[in-house]
Nanobody, 122 residues
Framework: QVQLVESGGGLVQSGGSLRLSCTFSGNIRSVYAMAWYRQAPSEQRELVARIHTSGATNYKTSVRGRFTISGDSAKGSVDLEMTNLLPEDTAVYYC????????????????WGQGTQVTVTP
């Protein structure tokens, strides 16, 4: 009954920018945090960025300073602005919503989108 839909993925050259957007709706009990994950081929899914409802943010070290997460839990949206993209950023990107502290601390969001492909060429 919960839907998360990503958009904004695509193909871009190194140094380029993309803005990913995610809208979520449905019977989400509460929003503790919103996040973006990514998974490259043959790699484990990893946390890229997350934002707590307080506004506090966390970033994967390799994207810090290049990516910016923002969101509005009341509106049901979370965005990821990506700049200075690198080939190693190529992955399927997923938005996710965490509904409690346990999920936040263990990095196990309760709700996931379907993913959007980001491809960065040299």
């Amino acid at each position: 009954q919960v839907q998360l839909v990503e958009s904004g993925g695509g193909l871009v050259q190194s140094g380029g920018s993309l803005r990913l957007s995610c809208t979520f709706s449905g019977n989400i009990r509460s929003v503790y945090a919103m996040a973006w994950y990514r998974q490259a081929p043959s790699e484990q899914r990893e946390l890229v960025a997350r934002i707590h409802t307080s506004g506090a943010t966390n970033y994967k070290t390799s994207v810090r300073g290049r990516f910016t997460i923002s969101g509005d839990s009341a509106k049901g949206s979370v965005d990821l602005e990506m700049t200075n993209l690198l080939p190693e950023d190529t992955a399927v990107y997923y938005c996710a919503v965490t509904t409690d502290l346990q999920g936040y601390m263990t990095e196990r969001p309760d709700n996931w989108g379907q993913g959007t492909q980001v491809t960065v060429t040299p």
